[in-house]
């Protein structure tokens, strides 16, 4: 079973910057890794993936040009740099192994970690 722990949230004014970082503990195979976002009463929404293959990444269109995913050489961490960051993007933050299926990327692990809190003013 791989453990996530997400860390780096915070409370950044509109325009600012955060970066997110996942650290992995466990064999995540062949598998990607990505960030999704949540905010209360709604589903986990897709934000960002990197293959760990090819290294190819890929982006929900709401970030696409403000966030950068990338990992360390290990793949023991994983990062989600955030810029120009808009209220609309307040959120609790998740990591999760993924896969590609029918052009979406999908959360593999059903036991998730705490989250990291993103809180964006305006």
């Known amino acids: 079973q791989v453990q996530l722990a997400e860390s780096g949230g915070g409370l950044v004014q509109a325009g600012g910057s955060l970066r997110l970082s996942c650290a992995v503990t466990?064999?995540?195979?062949?598998?990607?890794m990505g960030w999704f976002r949540q905010t209360p009463g709604n589903e986990r929404e897709f934000v960002a993936a990197?293959?760990?293959?090819?290294?190819?990444?890929f982006y929900a269109q709401s970030v696409k040009g403000r966030f950068t995913i990338s990992r360390d050489s290990a793949g023991n961490t994983v990062y989600l740099q955030m810029n120009s960051l808009k209220p609309e993007d307040t959120a609790v933050y998740y990591c999760?192994?993924?896969?590609?299926?029918?052009?979406?990327?999908?959360?593999?692990?059903?036991?998730w970690g705490q989250g990291t809190q993103v809180t964006v003013s305006s």
């Open positions: 999760n192994i993924v896969a590609y299926s029918g052009s979406h990327w999908y959360p593999q692990q059903d036991s």
């Open positions: 466990g064999r995540t195979g062949t598998n990607g």
């Open positions: 990197i293959s760990r293959r090819t290294g190819m990444l």
